[in-house]
């Protein structure tokens, strides 16, 4: 059997790093984990073949050599996925689908395409293979159950190559105990938190070890410190001799609750173990719209002096921001951007607030009669896919001004020093001389330095780096390239 698996492109979203990726010549920030996951799912002995459409193009000679296809998306990928369903159909090609797109509206494609397999693979793909070993596969496989994840196989990462991808990508957990309203993390996969055992992650590393890559590896779990006891226990411990005997090979980013920052014990071992950056919701600074979503860990605390916290201990805090809360007035744009600039959080993701589909969001305000329409997905696109309490136009406005405050040069510099006055990266292979920083760094001097109308501000900052935290000198490069791909992200927006 032929099976080949198709991750269909990204729009240029913030998240795309489009324009920073190639100072680093790469094609893409993080291959599809999903897809990698489903090919060790399906039987060993059957051929397959990965294209991910941010890397290189789809060819109709691939797409007739396979059996199956295998499409996996989410809904930011939507046209992108439309089409290639578009081109396997006319090429007679059976359509397999599944991943958050699909199982987010499974009703849209059910005609598109021959089968869904919905929710978590690892329950409901076992259950198609049985069906198609028997010849009487149905069109939907759904489950309103949640996987263990010892039943989660190792990627796989051989269908890839890995030197296209700035980073790469294993999972260790899945659920979060909380219960945002906005969020569709819990609607897809729970609440109980699930883990793999240390032996699933250090198979999982080596197997990345063993591909030759070096250098930035993302758990994409949606709390990482969920079971603080395991991990202290067992899982860091582990990870940093595994790191030790290898001399380091990787610099892990994840996503973690502001509660990381009342444990400095956690907080140590994840540095030791490798940790260098840590994705937290932070949304907003605001303690009513906090309690509107039900963003209890964020509350009755000093967010500012916990990021402080989390950056001293050795860990950069990037963070999302949201605007669009029913509590939300005036005052709050103004308010984001004193915050986000007093944090020194140079990556400040800041969206418009949208009602994903089956969040609990969506549910209240259609029962309210205010979604307007399904979201793309993309909450960075100047969209509201409901009717917001406060003036829509006001609204728009507003965030116009926070994205164009924080990213314009003078701000975001400022943000940048005042991050790296703090830091004091622990990790070696974040500051490194190599080969591709230093590609990086001439083409940063031609493309930032000379030809950019922000250049006073590139040179200040590197001059400032020099001058004051030499060491620092490689992350204020790669600064300044993100602050370059964050201006041209918004620059052409409405
Ligand atoms: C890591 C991550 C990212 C990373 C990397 C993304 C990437 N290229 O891999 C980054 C930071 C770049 C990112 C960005 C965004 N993300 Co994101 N991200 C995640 C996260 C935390 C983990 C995804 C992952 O790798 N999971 C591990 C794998 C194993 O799980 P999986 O992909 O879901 O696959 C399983 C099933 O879905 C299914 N499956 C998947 N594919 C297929 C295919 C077939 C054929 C079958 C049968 C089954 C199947 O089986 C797999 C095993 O169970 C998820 C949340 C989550 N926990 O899932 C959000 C999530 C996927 N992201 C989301 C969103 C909205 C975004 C953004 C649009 C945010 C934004 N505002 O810009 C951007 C868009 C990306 C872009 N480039 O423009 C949403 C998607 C919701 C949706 N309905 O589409 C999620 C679910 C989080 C949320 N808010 O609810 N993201
Ligand atoms: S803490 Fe994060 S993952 Fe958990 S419910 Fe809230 S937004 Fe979702």
Same mark, same amino acid.
């Given at each position: 059997?032929?099976?080949?698996?198709?991750?269909?492109?990204?729009?240029?979203?913030?998240?795309? /790093?489009?324009?920073?990726?190639?100072?680093? +010549?790469?094609?893409?920030?993080?291959?599809?984990?999903?897809?990698?996951?489903?090919?060790?799912?399906?039987?060993? &002995?059957?051929?397959?073949?990965?294209?991910?459409?941010?890397?290189?193009?789809?060819?109709?000679?691939?797409?007739?050599?396979?059996?199956?296809?295998?499409?996996?998306?989410?809904?930011? @990928?939507?046209?992108?996925?439309?089409?290639?369903?578009?081109?396997?159909?006319?090429?007679?090609?059976?359509?397999?689908?599944?991943?958050?797109?699909?199982?987010?509206?499974?009703?849209?494609?059910?005609?598109?395409?021959?089968?869904?397999?919905?929710? &978590?693979?690892?329950?409901?793909?076992?259950?198609?293979?049985?069906?198609?070993?028997?010849?009487?596969?149905?069109?939907?496989?759904?489950?309103? @159950?949640?996987?263990?994840?010892?039943?989660?196989?190792?990627?796989?990462?051989?269908?890839?190559?890995?030197?296209?991808?700035?980073?790469?990508?294993?999972?260790?957990?899945?659920?979060?105990?909380?219960?945002?309203?906005?969020?569709?993390?819990? #609607?897809?996969?729970?609440?109980?938190?699930?883990?793999?055992?240390?032996? @699933?992650?250090?198979?999982?590393?080596?197997?990345?070890?063993?591909?030759?890559?070096?250098?930035?590896?993302?758990?994409?779990?949606?709390?990482?410190?969920?079971?603080?006891?395991?991990?202290?226990?067992?899982?860091?411990?582990?990870?940093?001799?595994?790191?030790?005997?290898? +001399?380091?090979?990787?610099?892990?980013?994840?996503?973690?609750?502001?509660?990381?920052?009342?444990?400095?014990?956690?907080?140590?071992?994840?540095?030791?173990?490798?940790?260098?950056?840590?994705?937290?919701?932070?949304?907003?600074?605001?303690?009513?719209?906090?309690?509107?979503?039900?963003?209890?860990?964020?509350?009755?605390?000093?967010?500012?002096?916990?990021?402080?916290?989390?950056?001293? #201990?050795?860990?950069?805090?990037?963070?999302?921001?949201?605007?669009?809360?029913?509590?939300?007035?005036?005052?709050?744009?103004?308010? @984001?951007?004193?915050?986000?600039?007093?944090?020194?959080?140079?990556?400040?993701?800041?969206?418009?607030?949208?009602?994903?589909?089956?969040?609990?969001?969506?549910?209240?305000?259609?029962?309210?009669?205010?979604?307007?329409? =399904?979201?793309?997905?993309?909450?960075?696109?100047?969209?509201?896919?409901?009717?917001?309490?406060?003036?829509?136009?006001?609204?728009?406005?507003?965030?116009?001004?926070?994205?164009?405050?924080?990213?314009?040069?003078?701000?975001?510099?400022?943000?940048?020093?005042?991050?790296?006055?703090?830091?004091?990266?622990?990790?070696?292979?974040?500051?490194?001389?190599?080969?591709?920083?230093?590609? #990086?760094?001439? =083409?940063?001097?031609?493309?930032?330095?000379?030809?950019?109308?922000?250049?006073?501000?590139?040179?200040?900052?590197?001059?400032?780096?020099?001058?004051?935290?030499?060491?620092? /000198?490689?992350?204020?490069?790669?600064?300044?390239?993100?602050?370059?791909? /964050?201006?041209?992200?918004?620059?052409?927006?409405?």
């Amino acid at each position: 059997m032929n099976i080949l698996l198709v991750g269909p492109k990204y729009p240029d979203t913030y998240w795309s /790093f489009k324009y920073a990726l190639k100072f680093v +010549s790469k094609k893409a920030s993080n291959p599809p984990l999903g897809l990698l996951t489903i090919s060790s799912l399906l039987p060993g &002995e059957w051929n397959k073949k990965l294209v991910d459409l941010n890397v290189s193009s789809l060819k109709d000679k691939e797409i007739l050599w396979a059996d199956y296809i295998f499409l996996g998306a989410m809904t930011v @990928q939507q046209e992108s996925a439309k089409q290639v369903i578009a081109r396997c159909r006319q090429l007679e090609r059976k359509i397999i689908a599944g991943g958050p797109l699909f199982t987010g509206e499974p009703e849209n494609y059910i005609d598109l395409v021959d089968h869904l397999i919905l929710n &978590e693979a690892e329950i409901t793909l076992p259950l198609f293979l049985e069906d198609l070993a028997n010849n009487n596969p149905r069109r939907r496989y759904s489950t309103n @159950q949640y996987t263990e994840l010892s039943l989660s196989p190792t990627p796989d990462y051989s269908l890839i190559n890995v030197s296209k991808y700035a980073q790469l990508n294993l999972q260790f957990s899945r659920g979060c105990p909380y219960d945002c309203e906005f969020c569709e993390i819990t #609607a897809l996969l729970g609440h109980r938190f699930r883990i793999k055992s240390t032996e @699933q992650i250090l198979a999982e590393l080596e197997n990345i070890y063993q591909t030759g890559f070096r250098g930035n590896v993302f758990f994409v779990d949606d709390n990482f410190i969920g079971n603080r006891k395991k991990l202290k226990n067992d899982l860091l411990p582990a990870m940093t001799s595994w790191a030790k005997e290898r +001399s380091y090979p990787f610099y892990y980013i994840t996503e973690a609750s502001i509660n990381l920052a009342d444990d400095s014990e956690l907080m140590d071992q994840m540095v030791q173990a490798g940790f260098g950056k840590v994705f937290v919701g932070i949304e907003t600074p605001d303690p009513a719209s906090l309690a509107e979503c039900d963003k209890t860990n964020n509350l009755n605390r000093d967010l500012i002096t916990c990021v402080n916290r989390i950056q001293k #201990a050795g860990m950069e805090v990037t963070a999302g921001f949201i605007v669009g809360f029913d509590n939300d007035t005036p005052g709050i744009f103004q308010r @984001q951007i004193d915050f986000i600039q007093e944090s020194g959080i140079v990556t400040a993701m800041v969206g418009l607030l949208n009602a994903m589909n089956n969040t609990r969001l969506y549910k209240r305000l259609s029962e309210e009669g205010r979604i307007l329409e =399904r979201t793309s997905g993309d909450n960075t696109g100047y969209a509201i896919n409901f009717i917001p309490k406060m003036d829509r136009e006001l609204l728009l406005k507003g965030y116009d001004s926070i994205v164009q405050t924080i990213y314009s040069g003078k701000e975001f510099n400022e943000r940048v020093i005042r991050f790296l006055k703090v830091y004091n990266p622990k990790n070696k292979l974040q500051t490194k001389l190599t080969f591709g920083r230093l590609m #990086a760094f001439i =083409r940063s001097v031609l493309i930032l330095g000379i030809l950019s109308e922000e250049r006073i501000w590139y040179w200040k900052l590197l001059f400032w780096s020099l001058f004051n935290r030499p060491s620092t /000198f490689s992350l204020a490069i790669t600064y300044s390239i993100y602050g370059y791909h /964050f201006r041209r992200v918004f620059r052409n927006k409405p």
